[in-house]
Each structure stands twice: as C-alpha cells, then as structure tokens.
C-alpha cells in the first residue's frame, strides 16, 4: 500500500511539475528500533545518519534512522550559522509535502548535521570531508514516535521528470520497507563482534600532562579561568567495524544519552553524549549545564558527596552555568536556573547537571541560540576567545566536529543540539576518538588524565574493543 501511495504521488508530482524543488512523502511504516533497522539494511553507499534524543525530548520523543542526500546546505568561516540559516529558509520554502492519511503526526522534513569546534580555514584528514557547518535533507528517513512508525521519502523534482530516475528512487524506497520488515522480526546482535584485533594509538600521560601544565601557567596569570584540554587516539581494527552494531551497544549502555551518527564521504561521526547544547520548541528554550566528573567505583555515594562538595568542581560547574545564564538573559523571560546542580549518574562517570529553561521573548531561530552558545565553557572555557586560542595553539591537533554541535532543525526554525561529545570518527576499519577535561586552578594533571581515559570508555566500548 505504502509503495504504491509514494509512486502515485511521484507520479502527480511529475504531471503537474510541483512549484517546488522537492516533494517529500511521508507514509505509515511497522516500528522497529531505528538503530537496528541501520543494521538490517547493512552495508550500502548512502550516507547515513542517525539521531535518538527520546531520554531528552518532551512528548515521548523519538528516534530515526536516514540514508541518502536529497539536499545539503552548508557555510563556513565566522559565518557559517547565518549562511545555513538563509540557505535552510530557501530551501524548506522550496519543499513540497505530501502525506499518507495514517502519517499525519510523524515529524516534517528537518536537516540533520552539525557543525566543527571552530571554522577551520583548511580541513585536513581525518575531518577533510566534514565543513564547518552542514546539514542534509534525507533522501529516506525512518521515525519512530509514540510507538508509530513512518519513512519519508524526499526526493528532488528535476529527478522525476527522468523515468530511470524515477525507477531508482522507488526502488530505494522498497529497499528501505525491506529494511523495516527485517528489522521488525529481529536482528541477530553478538557483543562479542566488535572491532575484532585493535591497537590502540594516544596522547601518552606524558604529553597530557605538559598540555595541562601549560594550561594551568595561563591560569595563574589570569589571562584563563577555565580551559578544556583534549587528548585524541587513534584506534586501527583487523575487522570492520559496524556502525549500526555499535550504536545498539550505546543505547543499552547509554541510553539516557543523545546518541547520533552523520556520515560525510566514508567516514562517520557517532556519539552518546550526556549534554544537551539547546532545544527549541516554539518559544520554549532547554540547555543543559554540564562540568564537574567523578569515576564511578565501589563506594558510590562517598563518590557522589566528594564530587557535590568539591571546591573545584563546584567551580568548574559554576563557571559554564554563569556564561550560560548570561547569554540567555537578554533573549528570554522566565529564566530557570536552578540553585545547585544535581548528580546525573551515567554508566561510567557521574557528573555535576543543571538543566536550563527559558522562554523566548521573540521568536528566535534555533541556530541563532546555537550561535550564541557555542562552544560552552564546558568545552572551551573561559573567557572564551582567550581558550580557543589556547586551543589552537596548544592541542597536537585539530578536534573537526568533536567538541562542535551535533542536532537537527526544522522549516519553523525549531530544532534540537547536543554538544558533540563522547563521540569519535569511524572510518571502515579505524576510528579517532577524543576526551576531554575541564582545567580550573587546583587541577591535578594525573587526576584529568584519567578522567578523559573514562569519558573515552564509552566509545570504546560501543566499537566492541573494550575500556
């Protein structure tokens, strides 16, 4: 039913050459869990992408799965956020809806992308394929909401009016209901096939250490308050590692994290991060505070009470809370930011949490607020461009998205970011994974050491190699 509603309406489209550069069909689908479906419809030259907030979303919120680009908006340089915004308004105005009866409440068409730490003025590998700023309409994207499920097809215009065209976009459509249907009588998963044999390649204690030093000599001089210095590694894999395999292991492991994947040219940048950037819904405004971490262990509330009552954490916490709360002020009314933190407890570390809501006091385009806020304190630091200098200068290399803004966004302008962390670039059989730490004074080097090696347990453990 499904398959012949979308051709009748490529069909129409075709006919009457829609005022519109792309129709984009939206039928009912079986719900499956989009991360298997990922790995039911397994290896393939589309693009992929990912993105399940539903721990985070109000209304139940939703997963979905996609492949393919029927359009890709990007900008760069100091820029980028505006010229994205412009070309996204262009585009959504340009988008024709057409919608099965049984899909009415699945989500409309939404760019997904995100954006790099800071504009590069030249990308170098591994990130050589990832702009400062990109998002991409799907060309097949799989929703799951309220346990309903639907796939929207979205296709250009120009491409209808070739028959062999026409042919290969219904067949990616029935490839992709294939997918559903394997998906939804289960998918064999093993734990155990991970990245098979991997070396394990890093910034040694060494090197991390001298970083933080250098860091905490800005500090005391007070040209810093803050800094967030990362350490990268780079993983090789004897096996392939499965996208799909390893964002199944984040959601059992994670799943009250925002976990994503976006694919630019072969390579692929996934996470489960803990931190929320910003949300928009209507006037209605969600961020997250995120600093201050303690390793899980054996005695878990003396954990928890150190890290509560920690001079420096508390600090560390406060300072990116404060430059939250500063750039809302003027924009919302309602400000809601509670006194003290609380301990958000993940699998592996717990950390000091504030979450933030606000209302806008005018309609405010969901990227304007990611402008605004990015980077956070929680991984730049502070003063802001003071640490990205730092950065820049210090770090033994280029951190592309990691430490950016992963999300999605809407033609009403509403749209949801998490910051990119916990997160690494996947390439078919090796990976570059990234921690970081927040340096305030009275940061020990030995003791931010170790805590990136746990922040870094997570993706190592999704790619089947273990912490």
């Known amino acids: 039913?499904?398959?012949?509603?979308?051709a009748r309406a490529l069909e129409a489209a075709t006919r009457q050459r829609a005022p519109a550069e792309i129709i984009a069909i939206t039928v009912p689908a079986m719900p499956v869990a989009p991360d298997r479906l990922l790995v039911a419809r397994g290896a393939d030259d589309a693009p992929i992408l990912f993105w399940?907030?539903?721990a985070r979303e109000r209304e139940g919120g939703g997963a979905l799965a996609g492949w393919g680009e029927a359009a890709r908006v990007e900008g760069s340089g100091p820029e980028r956020l505006r010229q994205v915004i412009a070309e996204a308004e262009r585009l959504f105005a340009q988008v024709f809806e057409v919608r099965h009866p049984e899909a009415e409440g699945a989500p409309s068409p939404r760019l997904f992308g995100g954006l790099s730490f800071r504009p590069e003025p030249r990308r170098e590998a591994?990130?050589?394929a990832f702009g400062d700023a990109s998002f991409v309409l799907p060309r097949l994207r799989y929703a799951v909401r309220g346990g309903r499920g639907s796939l929207q097809l979205c296709a250009r215009v120009e491409d209808l009016l070739r028959e062999d065209r026409r042919a290969v976009i219904v067949a990616d459509f029935e490839r992709a209901q294939e997918a559903i249907t394997a998906a939804g009588r289960g998918v064999p998963m093993h734990r155990e096939g991970g990245a098979g044999?991997?070396?394990?390649?890093g910034m040694t204690s060494a090197a991390f250490c001298e970083l933080v030093e250098?860091?905490?000599a800005h500090i005391r001089?007070?040209?810093l308050e803050k800094v967030v210095a990362v350490a990268p590694s780079h993983v090789t894999s004897s096996r392939a590692i499965d996208i799909g395999a390893a964002l199944v292991r984040m959601g059992e492991d994670y799943g009250d994290c925002t976990r994503f994947a976006i694919q630019r040219g072969d390579a692929v940048f996934v996470g489960a991060s803990p931190e929320r950037l910003v949300a928009r819904s209507g006037r209605v405004v969600e961020t997250d505070g995120l600093a201050g971490t303690a390793r899980r262990g054996a005695n878990e509330e003396a954990i928890k009470d150190a890290l509560f009552t920690s001079a420096k954490e508390r600090r560390e916490h406060a300072i990116v809370v404060e430059?939250?709360?500063r750039v809302l002020e003027s924009a919302t009314t309602a400000l809601d930011v509670p006194a003290e933190p609380v301990i958000r407890t993940l699998r592996n570390v717990h950390h000091l949490w504030t979450p933030i809501r606000a209302t806008l006091r005018a309609p405010l385009h969901v990227l304007s607020l990611v402008e605004s806020l990015h980077p956070t304190p929680a991984v730049c630091g502070t003063p802001r461009e003071d640490a990205v200098a730092f950065i820049a200068q210090n770090e033994p290399s280029?951190?592309?998205w990691y430490t950016g803004a992963v999300g999605w966004l809407d033609g009403a302008g509403d749209g949801d970011f998490a910051v990119a962390i916990r997160a690494g670039l996947v390439g078919a059989r090796e990976a570059w994974l990234y921690a970081g730490a927040g340096i305030v004074e009275g940061s020990d080097p030995r003791s931010e050491f170790a805590e990136t090696r746990a922040k870094q347990a997570p993706m190592l453990t999704a790619l089947g190699i273990g912490a």
């Open 214 to 216: 250098a860091a905490l």
């Open 398 to 400: 280029g951190r592309g």
């Open 221 to 223: 001089s007070r040209a």
């Open 126 to 128: 591994p990130w050589a």
């Open 1 to 6: 039913m499904s398959s012949s509603f979308v």
């Open 197 to 201: 044999d991997a070396r394990i390649e």
């Open 323 to 325: 430059a939250i709360a």
């Open 52 to 54: 399940d907030a539903s």
